[in-house]
């Protein structure tokens, strides 16, 4: 049974710091590139960081680039998004995503909310 879960979510003040951590499970994971997105709301979904099946290769969207960091543990089958200087605009539900060219799965996503 293919399981994907995301966890480290929660409510920060602006400047600080999360880590979020997405489990994976049921298929083999280090063949998968893995990707966070995030969606605000009355907003579309968004791509904010991706990292290759290797953990080789990372990309990040331009208004996170610097503060988050993308990694991956192909041992523990799970992959993070490190949170630094959190702003009120990285507010949102965060998804992970395990992409391969024939079959993508979607965790159930964790909340993220900066604010004072």
């Known amino acids: 049974q293919v399981q994907v879960v995301e966890s480290g979510g929660g409510l920060v003040q602006p400047g600080g710091s999360l880590t979020l951590s997405c489990a994976a499970s049921g298929f083999p994971f280090s063949n998968y590139a893995m990707r966070w997105y995030r969606q605000a709301p009355g907003k579309e979904r968004e791509l904010v960081a991706s990292i290759s099946s290797s953990g080789g290769s990372t990309h990040y969207t331009d208004s996170v680039k610097g503060r988050f960091t993308i990694s991956r543990d192909n041992v523990k089958n799970t992959v993070y998004l490190q949170m630094n200087n959190l702003k009120p605009p990285d507010t949102a539900v965060y998804y992970c995503?395990?992409?391969?060219?024939?079959?993508?799965?979607w965790g159930q996503g964790t909340q993220v909310t900066v604010s004072s």
């Open positions: 995503k395990a992409a391969s060219s024939s079959f993508d799965f």
